[in-house]
């Protein structure tokens, strides 16, 4: 059974720092995957923030292009989204997610397998 665990939320005041984690477990990487970090927050729609494949390719919203940096340890099988330069509205409920292969890496509804999230709050 496949479970994403995420730790690392908390508050932050703007232009602080956090890393996210996402701890993997009974996930069998296919050749090809895909690994992501989404964000929800109240009243909005989900949010594509990071993601990368198996080649190491990363893809980033632009909101968050040179403030967040995605990467993966395969040898501990963790997922990290360091978060730097934090803005006010980057707060949302962040969650990790993974699927063997997808060409929209963004795209949420092409992920198989998700987290229950952590939370980040981002105050001025």
């Known amino acids: 059974q496949v479970q994403l665990v995420e730790s690392g939320g908390g508050s932050v005041q703007a232009g602080g720092s956090l890393r996210l984690s996402c701890a993997v477990s009974g996930y069998t990487y296919s050749y090809y995957y895909n690994m992501g970090w989404f964000r929800q927050s109240p009243g909005k729609e989900r949010e594509g923030v990071a993601a990368i494949d198996s080649d190491g390719t990363t893809s980033y919203a632009d909101s968050v292009k040179g403030r967040f940096t995605i990467s993966l340890d395969n040898d501990k099988n963790i997922l990290y989204l360091q978060m730097n330069s934090l803005k006010p509205e980057d707060t949302a409920m962040y969650y990790c997610?993974?699927?063997?292969?997808?060409?929209?890496?963004?795209?949420?509804?092409?992920?198989?397998?998700w987290g229950q999230g952590t939370q980040v709050t981002v105050s001025s």
């Open positions: 997610a993974a699927t063997p292969g997808t060409n929209i890496p963004l795209d949420g509804s092409t992920y198989m397998y």
